[in-house]
């Protein structure tokens, strides 16, 4: 069996990173049955509207979100991939809290085993990335260049991290607002971006936009999961589809609590 690429960077102190379309990728050599199946659900999950024509980017991005949705949020019977072609094909997908383990961690520890560059170091790495990482919307509050951190308020669960990113702390630098959706870990003591984002825009970023934004999703107690917040941006229904353009409209009009209820009640 192949193994998947790592990237390192121990000089940087950054680190170790396994690329969710190897794991993908890797599952659907070892057991197509799980990987298809992965897949249905997730394209369920989303929904994309069969009438309506998506630019060839965003089709793109929403097949590497399945990479991302696969890798860290789905679970797999077991003790994951062995390396034996027999017992990998008798892998099932799980359900429920605390069932299985991730794609994500099944091939870490099995390369961990196998591959000779995972030592000690990269697969506490892998780990703590696992344990960790969650998907949410993200208010900025502050983003500095130089530091090559985000400062961000989660709008949908609450909290506020400091979040290592130096591409997006270069792209928002100075900004006290505006959203980013995205997937964050915290590994070797700090929280850090770990997917490409789902969505993200700089404006509006007056800051009572991301209070009303907060309070909507915190009354109505809806909480999507990964695939649930592609579906919001990108899927079909009146929930989805949406734009900060839309989302300010909404608030405005005073239909943003109702728009979200309604996302919350699919």
């Known amino acids: 069996m192949s193994t998947a690429t790592t990237t390192t960077a121990e000089n940087a102190g950054l680190p170790a990173m396994l690329d969710t379309k190897d794991v993908a990728e890797m599952f659907k050599r070892c057991n197509l049955a799980v990987y298809a199946e992965a897949r249905r659900i997730y394209y369920r999950e989303v929904n994309l509207n069969p009438c309506k024509k998506y630019p060839k980017q965003v089709l793109q991005r929403i097949e590497w979100w399945f990479w991302d949705w696969f890798a860290y949020d789905c679970a797999v019977s077991g003790i994951g991939l062995t390396g034996n072609e027999s017992e990998d094909l008798r892998i099932e997908l799980q359900y429920g809290p605390g069932a299985g383990i991730s794609p994500f961690l099944a091939l870490a520890e099995f390369m961990y ?103 909507s999703f915190r009354e109505t107690g809806y909480k999507p999961d990964f695939a649930g917040l592609v579906r919001f941006f990108y899927g079909r229904a009146k929930d989805t589809g949406l734009d900060w353009e839309d989302v300010e409209a909404a608030r405005q009009a005073g239909t943003l609590g109702a728009l979200i209820k309604k996302a919350s009640n699919r």
């Open 113 to 215: 085993d196998k591959d000779e560059r995972i030592g000690t170091r990269e697969i506490r790495d892998f780990r703590e990335l696992d344990d960790t990482n969650f998907a949410s919307m993200f208010w900025i509050r502050d983003a500095s260049a130089v530091k090559g951190r985000l400062t961000v308020e989660d709008i949908i669960h609450g909290g506020v991290y400091e979040v290592a990113d130096v591409h997006a702390a270069s792209q928002y630098d100075g900004a006290h607002g505006g959203m980013i959706v995205n997937r964050i870990a915290h590994v070797r003591g700090m929280w850090r971006s770990c997917s490409i984002p789902i969505y993200e825009a700089r404006r509006p970023d007056d800051p009572q936009i991301g209070d009303s934004l907060a309070r």
